[in-house]
């Protein structure tokens, strides 16, 4: 009923970029805002950016001024780019819809995840 499909994961050094993107599908649920988790080894699972299907966003301060969080409405794809990579930032990062069925929130869909390693 629900497809998260992320790519764009992989190993990079300090100080390099990446882009991952996130292509949401739906038979059933209206997808509303959509956005990146993380989850590094031995921590919880916390928030990266999110943003409204108005372009409306909301980023960690960890990340703020290095990553940058887009969509494309007509694709229900949602896309982080990420610019001067830190070793901390290595984590799995998740991909979250908003899923609404007649104007009603029914839960976030999480993505499978995809691996991002910066190495020092």
């Known amino acids: 009923q629900v497809q998260l499909v992320e790519s764009g994961g992989g190993l990079v050094a300090a100080g390099g970029s990446l882009r991952l993107s996130c292509a949401a599908s739906s038979s059933i649920f209206v997808i509303n805002a959509m956005g990146w988790y993380r989850q590094a080894p031995g921590k919880q699972r916390e928030l990266v950016a999110t943003?409204?299907?108005?372009?409306?966003?909301n980023y960690a301060d960890s990340v703020k001024g290095r990553f940058t969080i887009s969509r494309d409405n007509a694709k229900n794809t949602v896309y982080l780019q990420m610019n001067s990579l830190k070793p901390e930032d290595t984590a799995v990062y998740y991909c979250?819809?908003?899923?609404?069925?007649?104007?009603?929130?029914?839960?976030?869909?999480w993505g499978q995840g995809t691996q991002v390693t910066v190495s020092s």
């Open positions: 943003i409204t299907t108005g372009g409306s966003t």
């Open positions: 979250n819809a908003d899923l609404y069925l007649y104007s009603t929130f029914k839960g976030g869909y």
